[in-house]
């Protein structure tokens, strides 16, 4: 099999990451599975030495930070491609708390 899915769901925050050969896809939502904001991150570069990144506001701007950490933290982790995409209607510490949380398995799982 060339592709995992992996979730992850606790207080209402779901994950969704779908692993490739080259990358992951990382869906992170707090009600059902939707694309919100939409961050790229590009693996370590010989010039650099810092994952790249850039944000796609696709459906707004409103989770570019969450969105753009996720997908760093993780093409870091990974040394490969992650498109990360967020959509987050609470933003109390709560819900935040369990997203860190939840991304935390999931990168044990990657």
Do not use: H, Q
């Not at 650099?48 to 459906?59: C, K, M, Q, Y």
Request: neutral net charge; charged residues 25%; proline residues 3%.
């Amino acid at each position: 099999m060339d592709y995992n899915v992996i979730t992850e769901e606790t207080g209402g925050v779901k994950i969704l990451a779908l692993t490739l050969k080259n990358g992951v896809l990382i869906i992170v939502s707090d009600s059902e599975l939707l694309f919100g904001t939409i961050a790229l991150a590009l693996p370590l570069t010989s010039t650099t030495g810092e994952s790249a990144s850039s944000i796609n506001p696709v459906f707004g701007v409103k989770d570019d930070i969450l969105a753009k950490s996720i997908a760093e933290r993780v093409c870091k982790k990974i040394n490969k491609t992650v498109i990360a995409s967020v959509f987050i209607k609470n933003r109390e510490p709560e819900v935040i708390e369990n997203i860190l949380k939840l991304l935390k398995k999931v990168l044990e799982r990657l």
